[in-house]
Nanobody, 121 residues
């Protein structure tokens, strides 16, 4: 059984910061791309940021310059540092990862359960 567990969400004022964490656990041989997505009420889930195992990153235009994704491969953990938060960043944030459970088997795509981020004064 492989799972992703997010943490670090909460209520923050506009202009504030939060750091999300997502740890993968279970039977893991290797992890490929790890990423963050978000879903606001009444909207579809959207891409936020992703990072490869080598550290290459991509960001949605809406978060460039404000959010930073990073990972600790030794801990199977990905982070999302969110600065200068805006009300429009309010959403449930989901972690996503491509995981290989053992040598030679195909990658599987896993989602976390989500963590709520609310930006409000």
């Amino acid at each position: 059984q492989v799972q992703l567990v997010e943490s670090g969400g909460g209520l923050v004022q506009p202009g504030g910061s939060l750091r999300l964490s997502c740890a993968a656990s279970g039977s893991i041989f290797s992890i490929g791309i790890m990423g963050w997505y978000r879903q606001a009420p009444g909207k579809e889930r959207e891409f936020v940021a992703r990072i490869s195992s080598a550290g290459s990153t991509n960001y949605a235009d809406s978060v460039k310059g404000r959010f930073t994704i990073s990972r600790d491969n030794a801990k199977n953990t990905v982070y999302l540092q969110m600065n200068s938060l805006k009300s429009e960043d309010t959403a449930v944030y989901y972690c996503n990862a491509d995981i290989r459970k053992s040598y030679g088997v195909a990658l599987i795509n896993i989602w976390g359960q989500g963590t709520q981020v609310t930006v409000s004064s």
